[in-house]
């Protein structure tokens, strides 16, 4: 507030002396008047800043867009030979089952076996964790993530 009240100060102080200058040169006084403000306006808008600096710097790289679709990434993700599943659907179907697990108050890091299984069915956590999931095991997932086999909270001792 004191830098605006200044600025209006030192503009008073320093457009008096020349506008009567302009008087004093001929220009008639409400003309020289005019022409003042209109320059402080310019200045004064001048003064702001019109761009948004605001953002952390250097701004983030752009996304670089993924050509073709999920589903067509994920259709191919099965190998038809192996019947092992490839990483992109793995880690859809991890994540799924993660957040079926957390509803029912358990993790799929620190998780026993038998907690995961007690939720998702026999054998889940052998095929969430171990190093592949095969084509008959991702059929039993997703039956299990799409049926809720068990009530909404696990049943502790």
Same mark, same amino acid.
């Given at each position: 507030?004191? /830098?605006?009240? =200044?600025?209006?100060? +030192?503009?008073?102080? #320093?457009?008096?002396?020349? @506008? $009567? !200058?302009? *008087?004093?040169? /001929?220009?008639? =006084?409400?003309?020289? +008047?005019?022409?003042? #403000?209109?320059?402080?306006? @310019? $200045? !004064?808008? *001048?003064?702001?800043?019109?761009?948004?600096?605001?953002?952390?710097?250097?701004?983030?790289?752009?996304?670089?867009?993924?050509?073709?679709?999920?589903?067509?990434?994920?259709?191919?993700?099965?190998?038809?030979?192996?019947?092992?599943?490839?990483?992109?659907?793995?880690?859809?179907?991890?994540?799924?089952?993660?957040?079926?697990?957390?509803?029912?108050?358990?993790?799929?890091?620190?998780?026993?076996?038998?907690?995961?299984?007690?939720?998702?069915?026999?054998?889940?956590?052998?095929?969430?964790?171990?190093?592949?999931?095969?084509?008959?095991?991702?059929?039993?997932?997703?039956?299990?993530?799409?049926?809720?086999?068990?009530?909404?909270?696990?049943?502790?001792?």
């Amino acid at each position: 507030m004191r /830098g605006r009240v =200044l600025i209006v100060v +030192v503009w008073i102080a #320093l457009g008096i002396p020349v @506008a $009567l !200058l302009l *008087a004093f040169l /001929g220009v008639p =006084l409400e003309f020289a +008047v005019a022409w003042i #403000l209109v320059f402080a306006a @310019a $200045l !004064l808008i *001048a003064r702001q800043n019109f761009l948004d600096e605001s953002g952390p710097w250097p701004p983030a790289a752009p996304d670089v867009p993924r050509r073709g679709s999920d589903v067509s990434r994920l259709a191919w993700s099965i190998d038809s030979r192996t019947g092992a599943v490839g990483p992109s659907l793995r880690q859809r179907i991890t994540a799924l089952a993660d957040r079926r697990l957390r509803a029912h108050g358990v993790r799929l890091d620190t998780a026993e076996a038998s907690a995961v299984d007690a939720v998702l069915g026999p054998g889940a956590h052998a095929a969430l964790t171990g190093p592949v999931l095969r084509r008959a095991e991702l059929e039993r997932l997703l039956q299990a993530l799409e049926h809720d086999p068990v009530p909404s909270t696990l049943e502790r001792p």
